[in-house]
Antibody, heavy 122, light 106 residues
Framework: EVQLVQSGAEVKKPGDALRISCKGSGYSFITYWISWVRQMPGKGLEWMGRIDPSDSYTNNSPSFQGHVTMAVDKSTNTAYLQWSSLEASDTAVYYC???????????????WGQGTLVTVSS | DIQMTQSPSTLSASVGDRVTITCRASESITKWLAWYQQKPGRAPKLLLYKASNLESGVPSRFSGSGSGTEFTLTISSLQPDDFAVYYCQQYDTYSRFGGGTTVEIK
């Protein structure tokens, strides 16, 4: 069974660093890109960027360029989303999602993590 | 940057109704469009991909059509489990979601 299991909720202060995780299982982790999606409170879905687990190549949405970074650890089948300095406006639920097309950068998303709530408040 | 516009933003309907949601792209995305359903506190769930392909396990009352810049999601007979928010997603160039359509009980 394909699963993406994300790390738990976080409460941080503005300026803090943070890394959240997404662990894949039940499939060949390096064969499918992973995307990250933001959902701010009461709002819609926003695509943030994607990473190829086979070589860590990334593409960011222009809206998120320079503010977040993505990484993977192939040895543990885990993808990461990280911030060096959080802002209050980063408060949101963050989802990881597996690309449904094998080895494809552009794809729909067939499996999703359960989401990680990040709260940034002073 | 391809923009996605969904309409309506909210739709009130009754069980058994036929429901149609529209998604328009700012430029042609051929058929690279997916539809998702999201319920409160849950991750989105893939319903259809490549405009009209039904994801495995999704009821056949859901269908999709369109190409180029205009697409529709149709629920042929709305069921109680279908009250949710629906999103379209283009995956022609990078990715972008529409603003969402809330299907609520009339």
């Amino acid at each position: 069974e394909v699963q993406l299991v994300q790390s738990g909720a976080e409460v941080k202060k503005p300026g803090d660093a943070l890394r959240i995780s997404c662990k894949g299982s039940g499939y060949s982790f390096i064969t499918y890109w992973i995307s990250w999606v933001r959902q701010m409170p009461g709002k819609g879905l926003e695509w943030m960027g994607r990473i190829d687990p086979s070589d860590s190549y990334t593409n960011n949405s222009p809206s998120f360029q320079g503010h977040v970074t993505m990484a993977v650890d192939k040895s543990t089948n885990t993808a990461y989303l990280q911030w060096s300095s959080l802002e209050a406006s980063d408060t949101a639920v963050y989802y990881c999602a597996r690309h449904g097309i094998t080895a494809a950068a552009t794809s729909y998303f067939d499996y999703w993590g359960q989401g990680t709530l990040v709260t940034v408040s002073s | 940057d391809i923009q996605m516009t969904q309409s309506p933003s909210t739709l009130s309907a009754s069980v058994g109704d036929r429901v149609t949601i529209t998604c328009r792209a700012s430029e042609s995305i051929t058929k690279w469009l997916a539809w998702y359903q999201q319920k409160p506190g849950r991750a989105p769930k893939l319903l259809l991909y490549k405009a009209s392909n039904l994801e495995s396990g999704v009821p056949s009352r859901f269908s999709g059509s369109g190409s180029g810049t205009e697409f529709t999601l149709t629920i042929s007979s709305l069921q109680p489990d279908d009250f949710a928010v629906y999103y379209c997603q283009q995956y022609d160039t990078y990715s972008r979601f529409g603003g969402g359509t809330t299907v609520e009980i009339k």
